[in-house]
């Protein structure tokens, strides 16, 4: 890989330290590594992300995957990513946390292709591919309703909030990138039906912050 490009996964290291407390794992960063070479190759003729440098690769969807990490219960976990196109945010949580079982929903078949290519390469074998639109699998497979601890999903519509809780235990917990789209008041739809609320996270030390939200599966 080229010198920009190995500098640019180098950058997560003091990240991943401030976000979780402990130094990055070298086997870690390197996983990163191969994660973004990947990326960036089947990204030529795929168009897998519209990020296109190495560098806006590692700060766009790298990075920004690793922040879920601050809204994230400690010790394992079952957490499943829905649309998680080439992984994100999920796969990058997973490197950092080899305590989180994964399971990632992806409906379109490239990114379903390259997903399987990443787990190969990322010698990541525990993590669940299901390839499929969120709302059907839970027809189909019936078992995974009430299955997970966690899901979490980088762009959110209106309509994958109740999809997501379906896929929660009781008090399981939602978290997205947000926000989606809003009314005229200003709120979201699910803020308003008080399936969620907003929550703005200061990262002082990276110089950024970031807007989630947040809600849990009733008990």
């Given at each position: 890989m080229h010198g920009s490009a190995h500098d640019a996964v180098t950058h997560l290291a003091p990240a991943i330290e401030s976000l979780t407390g402990y130094p990055a794992d070298p086997a870690g960063i390197a996983r990163f590594r191969r994660y973004l070479a990947l990326l960036m190759d089947w990204n030529k003729t795929h168009r897998l992300t519209g990020y296109r440098s190495a560098e806006a690769v590692v700060r766009q969807?790298?990075?920004d995957a690793l922040l879920f990490l601050a809204r994230l219960p400690?010790?394992?976990l079952t957490m499943i990513d829905l649309g998680t196109g080439p992984g994100i945010p999920g796969v990058p949580i997973r490197v950092v946390r080899s305590d989180i079982s994964l399971t990632v929903v992806e409906s379109r078949r490239k990114q379903v292709s390259f997903l399987a290519a990443l787990k190969r390469g990322l010698d990541l074998q525990d993590i669940v591919?299901?390839?499929?639109?969120?709302?059907?699998?839970?027809i189909d497979y019936p078992a995974l309703v009430g299955g997970f601890d966690v899901a979490v999903t980088r762009a959110v519509g209106t309509r994958m909030i109740p999809t997501a809780m379906r896929y929660l235990k009781p008090g399981g917990l939602f978290v997205a990138g947000g926000p989606p789209v809003q009314t005229e008041a200003g709120r979201?739809?699910?803020e308003e039906a008080g399936w969620v609320r907003r929550e703005t996270v200061a990262f002082p030390r990276l110089g950024m912050s970031r807007v989630f939200l947040i809600g849990l599966r009733p008990p």
């Open positions: 969807l790298f990075l400690s010790g394992a591919i299901l390839e499929g639109r969120a709302e059907k699998l839970l979201t739809e699910m």
